[in-house]
């Protein structure tokens, strides 16, 4: 006979109790661990689904502290790709910068540099070595565009330095020549480097910014399990992610623990495993040696796993249960799903969850995949789950298998067998990352104040959840007033 468990307890089910405090809101530190070998200065991390997080939205959450989670439901090479863009995107220095033959074509670099937002790529031969720079300067005033490179280049001797120049050293290079880009080279003139003042300039627009030990911002991207999420996972590392999420929706299965294992064992990387809801799902990964372990069965907001299958768990539950194992073994927990408000996020961090990710509540922004739509005068962009019949479909035009989706009876073959668990639809528009995630961490820094709490750790031991009732949500909700002006930090659901 079946067991009956507590009730489980999601975010409109419970309050943090306020506690005494001796901070300011803008004292409290919002640095988490997003895993056991990278912090966070913003713990938000954008979801892998195919309406949320490509290279744009990736960068975009790095250069606010955050990370991006690039999706699965493309090809390996374009998955890469988009990883490819984000580690090029912004970096003290490029380590391996995209460069052409004087032999390309004005077309050939106009292409280029629209694929990685540059304004010029450095030349060499075929053996490398530097021979010359084309940028924007160059090209502004060809009109024929089937003209070599090495027509309209800056030749050499161009200005340069060598690799393992400083930072200041490269600043009073670039601007004591006026120039854009400073190429580094090697004893034998082979290209290693290139540093670019919009490098700087970005350093200082975003301070906060998640970057590797290069410099680079930092991205993550979620894979599968099996044959071709091995060949996935090495395509990835390549183009140099820092971490793998092996994104399954029953994360508490032998298949995730075996791909951990052997992700952990043959590579580098930053291995994160789920999705799981349950204590022991949590304490399987982390036995399986993940850098942390993402909790949600069904919260998402698109998802309709409880009602189709039956089964998940409230997510504040759930967060709960998951770091009551892997709290204890130093493992980071992402609360996944679920969350329409930043004080969910608090009540996330409260319940035991390092970071939290996010669909819907960045699907809406400029930077996520696909158009605005217009809809009596109002903005929106479409948001799907990685489960629906659209992504399905999508997925198979985009040359990933079917048979490999998140969603275990995708396997079946055909469109017209699937069971979904996801739904399409579509969200208001927002407006660009950096002001909702203001909002966002705005709301966490205010509920931190509230709990007397001055880092995420504190938030940990510290707080209290108190369960309320129905009353007592429409209470928290703008109540007996007819609502005319909506806040940035409020919509109602
Ligand atoms: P939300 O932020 O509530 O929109 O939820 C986003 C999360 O929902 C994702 O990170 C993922 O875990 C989950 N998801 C994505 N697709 C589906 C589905 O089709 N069921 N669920």
New binding site residues.
């Given amino acids: 006979m079946a067991k009956f468990t507590e009730a489980g307890l999601t975010f409109d089910d419970v309050l943090l109790v306020p506690a005494y405090s001796d901070l300011q809101p803008g004292e409290a530190d919002t640095s988490a661990r997003l895993s056991r070998g990278i912090t966070l200065r913003i713990p938000l991390i954008s979801?892998?689904?195919d309406t949320v997080t490509e290279a744009r939205m990736a960068v975009a959450m790095a250069r606010q502290g955050g990370i991006g989670i690039l999706h699965r439901n493309l090809s390996i090479e374009d998955q890469a790709q988009q990883a490819d863009l984000v580690k090029r995107s912004e970096a003290g220095m490029v380590t391996n910068p995209v460069t052409c033959s004087p032999e390309d074509t004005l077309a050939d670099v106009e292409r280029l540099c629209a694929t990685y937002r540059i304004s010029g790529v450095p030349v060499t031969d075929e053996t490398g070595v530097l021979v010359g720079i084309v940028t924007n300067r160059d090209m502004r005033f060809e009109t024929d565009h089937s003209r070599p490179v090495r027509e309209v280049m800056t030749q050499m001797p161009l200005v340069t330095a060598p690799v393992g120049v400083s930072r200041d050293d490269a600043f009073a290079l670039l601007r004591q020549n006026k120039i854009e880009k400073l190429p580094l080279v090697d004893a034998g003139g082979r290209l290693r480097g290139l540093i670019t003042v919009k490098d700087f300039t970005k350093s200082e627009q975003y301070p906060l910014a998640t970057k590797d030990a290069d410099g680079r911002l930092v991205v993550g991207a979620a894979i599968g399990v099996g044959e071709d999420a091995e060949k996935r996972a090495a395509a990835l590392i390549d183009a140099g992610v820092d971490v793998i999420i092996v994104d399954v929706a029953h994360g508490h299965s032998k298949g995730l623990a075996d791909m951990i294992f052997k992700l952990k064992a043959n590579s580098g990387v930053e291995v994160i495993g789920g999705?799981i809801a349950t204590r022991s799902g949590a304490q399987m990964l982390v036995d399986a040696g993940a850098d942390a372990v993402k909790v949600?069965v069904g919260?998402?907001?698109?998802?309709?796993?409880r009602v189709v299958a039956g089964v998940g768990a409230p997510q504040v539950t759930a967060i709960h249960e998951a770091s009551l194992a892997a709290g204890p073994a130093g493992v980071p927990v992402i609360g996944?799903?679920?969350?329409q408000y930043s004080g969910d996020i608090v009540k996330a961090i409260a319940a035991g969850a390092d970071t939290v990710?996010?669909?819907?509540?960045l699907a809406g922004c400029e930077e996520s995949p696909g158009e605005l739509i217009f809809i009596n005068g109002k903005q929106f962009k479409s948001y799907r789950?990685?489960?629906?019949l659209g992504a399905v479909r999508n997925r198979e035009r985009g040359g990933a298998s079917f048979s490999k989706d998140r969603y275990a009876q995708a396997d079946v073959g055909s469109e017209d067998r699937f069971i979904p668990?996801?739904i399409e639809g579509q969200v208001p528009y927002r407006g660009p990352v950096a002001a909702v995630a203001h909002q966002l961490v705005g709301g966490l820094r205010q509920g931190m104040w509230y709990a007397g709490c001055r880092t995420v750790e504190e938030m940990h031991t510290r707080c209290e959840l108190m369960p309320i009732t129905a009353a007592g949500l429409k209470e928290s909700h703008p109540h007996d007033i007819q609502m005319t002006v909506e806040a940035p930090n409020y919509h109602r659901r």
């Fill in positions: 979801a892998a689904m999705n949600g919260p998402g907001s698109i998802c309709t796993t996944d799903g679920g969350l990710m996010l669909g819907s509540l789950g990685m489960g629906s668990e996801g």
